[in-house]
Structure formats: C-alpha cells, structure tokens
C-alpha cells in the first residue's frame, strides 16, 4: 500500500505527489490526456486519488526511456498543480488519466518516501503589472496574430478561437496558447518558468509570428508540389486528346520526334538480319505507347543499345612488323621469347588478315607487364583498347547481360566494350580471369567459353539484346597469375604465354629506362628537380627492399626516395641536382626489409633448402628436420597442404627403406619420432615438388651428416627413388639466383624446359639435373 500523500492547510503552499513527464509541459487552464507507466508515477497517482485527486505534474530537464526513477536534480522547479478528472487502469498495467491543470506552482524541496516522489510546493502564479492599456493593446495583438497562426495549422481547430475570444483573462489565454503552439517542451518550459506575465506574452508573441512565417513558407511549398502534379496531369490528358485528334486527322505516328530518330537511324544502320527484325518489332511496339507507360523507357534504352553498337565492318588497317617490334621494345625491357610470340601471332594476323583462332593468355606473377604488352599490341595494330577486370566476378549475367524481364537490366561486359570501343574490331583485354568465381547465380567461366572459342564467338548472344552479335574480328587477350583456378575447357581454347620474374639485371634496366622517367612524369619535377639513382643504388634496392617477380614494389621504393628528396629540397636542404647513392637507402628506405640470412649459410645436419612456385613468382623453402625420443611418429608443421604432407609420408617410407645403405640403424623408427617444420608458418604451402628436399633432410638427420648449404632442389619423387618433373622452373631459377645460390637441383625430364629460359636467368647457375632419388642424396649430403 502506497503512503498517503497530505496538503498542508495553508491553500498557497502543501506537499502533493509528483508525476515526472517525459517532452510534455501540462498547463494551468488546459485538459490534457497522460499515459502513466512507471511504478513510482503510478504509486503516486494512487495516493492522491484515495485523497484529494491532486497532483503535482513537473517536466523533465532530460527525458529518457530508460529513467524509471528520475532524480530531483534532473526534474525542473516550476510545475503544474493539477486535479485528476479521469483514470482508466490498462491490461497491461499502465492507467490513462485525464487531468486539469489548475495553479502553477514553484517546488521548493522534493521529499522522496518509499513508494514515490512527493514535492514542497507554493503556489505561485504569473504577476501582471498594473498597466492595464499596454497588456490590453498587447493581449489584443496577439489575438489576432494567434488567429493567424490557427487559420494555418490545420491542426488546431477553428472552435478553439472561439473559445479564446470569450475569455478576458490574460493568464487563461497565454496558457491556452502556449498548449496549441508547436514548440519544442524545453522552450515551452523556459517560457512557462517567467514570472512577468506582460514579458511572457510578448515572447510568445514573437515566437507565433516566427511560426506563422515558417507555415507561408511550407503551405507555399505545398502549393507548388501540388501545382506541379496538376500539370503532369493537364499534360497528359491534352496528350491523350492530341493522339485522338492525330487519329481523326490521319496524322502518322512518324510524326513523333523518337520514331523519326529510331527510324532514320535503323535505315542508315547495317544492322544484321536478326537484329533488324528485332529492331521492327520493338518500333512497332514503340509506336503504339504512351511515353508515360513503364515500357516507353524499356524499349527506348533497348533499341538506344541496339543502334549504339558497331555494324559496319571496319576497314583494314595494314601494319608494320619491325614498327610493332620497335614498340614493344620500347614498352617492355627483356621478355625476348614473349616478344617474339607475340610477333609470329602479329605476322599471321597481316598475312592472313584475320585473327581467327588467335587467342592469347598471358600468365605470370604480378606486375611483370601482362597488362601493358595488352596495350603495346593494340598500339602496334593500330586498334582500339578496352580493358575489362574480370577479378570478382561471379555472376554469369555480368559476361552474357541480364534478360529484359528484370528491372534496370543491361547488357553484359562484352556488349559494353564493344558499344566502348565503337568499332567491330577492338583489341578486348580481360584481366584476371583466373580471380573469377561461381555461386547460385551461375558461372561466369561457362560463360566465357563462347567468347573466347573462334568457331563460335561469330553468334555471340547477350541475353539482354536476344540475337547474335558477330565478335569474330575481336582480338581477345587474358591474363591470370595462375591457371590453378581456370576450368580446363577455358584453358583450351587460348594459347598460355608464360611470363616469368625478371632477373635483378633486367629489373635495374627497367627501373633506368621506364620506372625513373615514369616516377619523374607523374609527379610532374622534369626540368624542376634532376634525380638521379646509381646502378649500385637500384641494385640494392632490388636485393635488400624488394622481394618480387615484377617491378610493383620497386617502383613504390623509387618514388619513396624521390617524395624525400623532393621534401628536403622544398625545405631547402639539398640541391637541385641531386645522385642517391647505395650508402644513403637506409635514410630514405629505412633499413633492409628482405635480408639473405632466411637461407641457410651453412652447412647443416637436416636442413635443406627448397625452391617453390607461388602466383607472385618463385621463393625459396627452408626445410627443417630434427629426431626426437619416440616411437616412429611423423610429426610435420609449417601450415601443409595435403599434397605436401603425402610427399612428406613418401620420404619417411624412401628413408625407412633404404636406411641400411645411409648407415642408419633399420629400426630406427622404434626408439625416435620424426618433427619435419618448414618455416613461415602463416602462410599456406603445397604441392609435391618439395619431394627431394624433404627426403633429403630426413636422410641426413637420421644418419647425422650434414647437407651441402649453397645449394637448392626442387623435384617430386617416388617410392621407388625416381624424381619427376615440376612446374614453374624459371621462377625457381630466379629464386635461387635472387638468394645467392649457385647449386640447383632440378629433375631431369625438366630439361627441354631450360632451352625456353632466358640465358640470363642460367647464367651462374650449375644446374644438376637428376633421374633418382640416389642421385639428390650423392650430391646434396657430405
């Protein structure tokens, strides 16, 4: 049972029960609905309702949802004494009351008991000054501006000024106005809080002609929007009636300035047979529409496509072989055997004047040039480049076009670059077809096989457009860091040009002929600043600061030293001619980033190094093998993949069964456990060709002998001892050559494969090619 609240005899002061409200000011003089759903308020409204039905209604400073209790310190001092005329008690606990205001009064202390807040109040109304001419001259203003402001809101009603005229009592219609003005409750709070009620008038006065402004500006905006619709409307019924006269009057439907255009353009366009019936059908359509139907623009975007793209055949352009070669040459430094693949595929293309069959996939790490011999091909032939970026894609729609059926449908990437290019015989680049991927929605490589397959891309068919299109002049070029992820059936249908890495003595000529003047251009300084970099200064950038098969990162490396050197001549530390020396990287670079220490410098019982092929180029694999007590278990770390650990378990049986013949005990793996680690174990590792590496640190670990350091091998084996073949030999040469190591173990059947590799990638190397197992074991261990 709630305490009972009390009033004190004296009838201006008492204590009464408080009501908290939320962005709500109650008033004096007004009748105002309250929902009450929180425990104290409702403790507090059944106490005054077993006495005097009073209660005291304060806001609050800062509402919020989650304030079940609010403190003293966060309700205001003025508030509103107020009789309960109505209570309904909800279902769910809440009450609906319906209370009067009647006195505004000053809280002087709140008083808190169990069950909810009571107030010290005194009740203290508004003062007026006894002026009487000035507040009536005031009051009456205001009337006439607050009828105003009624006759704008529809949302007071027009009873209300009568009600408002009837009272002469200055209070009463400040208060009433106050209730009906829209105003944000602390302002209405600030308002209700003074004193004098002449000063109260007067800013509420001001508030309401503000107010009345803000209602013209936005009864004015309404005006216009509904203006605007009833013109569309006129329009399009003088429209209706326009076509009505045109029928009477026998005027064509020609006549509309889109049919005209459509129409002229289909007689001047060489569309194909297909795509002109296509093109009839849709302007028959066309012809019979409103230009307010939904279709209207449906058909214009449609046919628009359809007349955008190239029909006529494009003249012949005839080139010259040693001008394409002088291109490519001054595009690209090294990549001779590319050049000159891409050179036979431009001599076909000018003896037999057409390009059918001729199909190119340019494969390598990234940033060896796949991307700009694309653009030195399309140069040297005189043709338009388009570029597309096929790494992401995986909807079948974006290569074939979305059918009309759905909304905002467009036609696929092959259409776009043709409609792009503006001609039936561009160069089409597609970038990284091997970052495709397929989900629900179909496979985008499927899709592709009627691109790029020459007996079919004649009858190319977009869904969007609905009749083939002739893509057979089309010279299409790929390029993928792998071919792991290509579909077979793709694969075959273009030609692979491998790229390999650049060695460090083509990099430094790529970085003085291309990237310097590059670097230089883009940060527009020639004739500004003169920077030149030392061959032994790009040496050591290449050796200590990058480890890449392309030229990416060393370019980022030769615009960073050129930002700092930039920066130390605007501040006025350095001339305008400025060398960068080797000595001077670690001031602009920092230090050494790729150090050769990761390979092993000596020579090591069961440590041997390895050679792999990523899709960013050939890296060297340190493998690491030590014995340990146990009983014959394998232990194998590193984050392997599921190839590599099959090797690993294929070295262990080799080692097993020819351990008598390395001198190792037949029964070793009774007593000792085997932990085979490759470092740099965050990263992913497979594949078979780490087969000999593996079984030679295991052989050498169990006999005790040590593995020759300045060495490197690569090779897949067998249980019975043979080494085949591997892939990715250039880029492993490379790796090796890049880590200093002038050994290399590779299989024997790889070597039809070192007469395709530049002699520079060779040279320095001794290459031991091997048939057995036996053979990697007699060379490799001491």
Not at 10 to 19: I, Q
Not at 196 to 214: A, G, H, N, P
Not at 253 to 260: A, P, S
Not at 525 to 553: C, D, F, M, P, W
């Amino acid at each position: 049972m709630a305490e009972k609240a009390f009033v004190i005899n004296d009838k201006n002061y008492g204590m009464l029960p408080v009501v908290p409200l939320r962005n709500t000011v109650v008033l004096p003089y007004t009748i105002t609905p309250l929902l009450v759903g929180r425990s104290n308020s409702l403790n507090a409204v059944e106490a005054a309702l077993l006495i005097n039905r009073k209660i005291i209604c304060v806001s609050q400073r800062v509402p919020s949802e989650y304030d079940e209790d609010p403190k003293a310190k966060n309700l205001y001092r003025y508030g509103t004494l107020c009789t309960v005329l109505q209570y309904l008690k909800l279902p769910d606990g809440n009450m609906r009351l319906l209370v009067e205001g009647t006195d505004r009064v000053f809280v002087e202390r709140y008083y808190r008991n169990k069950d909810f807040l009571n107030a010290y109040f005194l009740i203290k109304p508004k003062t007026l000054l006894p002026n009487k001419i000035e507040t009536e001259a005031l009051l009456r203003s205001f009337k006439k501006v607050f009828g105003q402001y009624v006759d704008l809101d529809k949302a007071i009603p027009e009873e209300a000024m009568i009600t408002l005229n009837e009272t002469n009592d200055p209070r009463e219609f400040f208060y009433y106005a106050l209730a009906n003005i829209v105003l944000d409750s602390r302002k209405k709070q600030a308002l209700f809080e003074l004193d004098d009620l002449f000063e109260s008038i007067s800013k509420i006065y001001k508030t309401t002609v503000e107010e009345i402004q803000i209602l013209k500006l936005e009864n004015k905006i309404d005006g216009t929007v509904k203006t605007r619709l009833n013109k569309l409307q006129r329009e399009y019924y003088l429209t209706e009636q326009l076509k009505a006269i045109h029928k009477e009057l026998g005027v064509t439907k020609e006549e509309k300035t889109d049919l005209l255009d459509f129409q002229d353009k289909i007689k001047k366009t060489n569309l194909s047979e297909e795509a002109r019936k296509k093109a009839d059908d849709e302007m028959t359509k066309f012809s019979r529409m409103s230009n307010f139907s939904p279709e209207y623009s449906v058909i214009h975007t449609y046919l628009t496509w359809i007349l955008d793209l190239p029909w006529n055949d494009p003249k012949y352009k005839d080139f010259d072989l040693k001008v394409a070669r002088q291109i490519l040459d001054e595009d690209h430094y090294g990549l001779e055997n590319v050049k000159d693949r891409i050179l036979e595929y431009l001599a076909v293309v000018k003896l037999a004047k057409k390009v059918k069959g001729q199909i190119l996939c340019f494969v390598g790490p990234p940033g060896v040039g796949k991307t700009s011999l694309g653009k030195s091909i399309a140069r040297a032939m005189d043709r338009k480049f388009v570029r597309l970026s096929l790494g992401g894609v995986r909807d079948e729609a974006e290569i074939r076009g979305h059918r009309r059926t759905y909304v905002g449908a467009l036609p696929g990437v092959i259409i776009q670059s043709m409609k792009k290019a503006g001609t039936r015989n561009p160069l089409i680049m597609m970038d990284e077809i091997d970052k495709m991927s397929m989900d629900f929605r179909g496979d985008p490589a499927s899709a592709l096989l009627e691109v790029l397959d020459p007996e079919q891309n004649d009858s190319f068919r977009d869904h969007y457009l609905d009749f083939e299109y002739d893509l057979s002049q089309v010279i299409f070029i790929t390029t993928a860091n792998t071919l792991n992820s290509i579909p077979q059936p793709l694969i075959d249908r273009m030609e692979v040009i491998e790229l390999p890495g650049y060695t460090a003595f083509e990099k430094i000529n790529i970085a003085t002929r291309h990237l310097v003047p590059k670097v230089l251009s883009e940060h527009d300084l020639h004739g500004k600043l003169k920077i030149n970099y030392q061959k032994a200064t790009l040496e050591k950038i290449i050796k200590l600061y990058t480890r890449e098969a392309g030229v990416r990162s060393l370019e980022r490396q030769i615009a960073k030293i050129l930002r700092k050197v930039v920066k130390k001549f605007v501040e006025g530390d350095t001339k305008k001619s400025v060398t960068v020396k080797a000595v001077d990287l670690e001031e602009f670079l920092g230090i050494p980033k790729h150090l050769y220490s990761e390979v092993n410098r000596e020579d090591q019982s069961g440590v041997v190094t390895g050679l792999a092929w990523t899709q960013f180029g050939g890296e060297t694999l340190q493998i690491e093998a030590v014995k340990l007590k146990g009983s014959g278990k394998l232990k194998l770390t590193g984050q392997l993949g599921d190839v590599m650990q099959e090797s690993a378990q294929a070295a262990f049986s080799y080692a097993r069964l020819h351990a008598k013949k390395y001198g190792i005990n037949e029964d070793f793996y009774k007593d000792c456990d085997l932990h085979i680690h490759l470092p740099e174990g965050a990263i992913p590792k497979d594949g078979p060709s780490a087969g000999v590496g593996l079984v030679t640190a295991i052989i050498s670990v169990l006999s005790g002998k040590k593995v020759k350091h300045n060495l490197a091998m690569t090779g897949e084996i067998t249980l019975s001892g043979n080494v085949l073949p591997i892939g990715g030999l250039a880029e492993k040469l490379i790796a090796a050559k890049r880590a200093r190591i002038d050994n290399v173990i590779i299989p024997r059947k790889n070597e039809p494969n070192l007469t395709e590799i530049q002699e520079e990638i060779k040279k320095g190397l001794n290459i031991i090619l091997v048939d057995k197992i036996v053979e990697v074991l007699a060379y490799a261990i001491k």
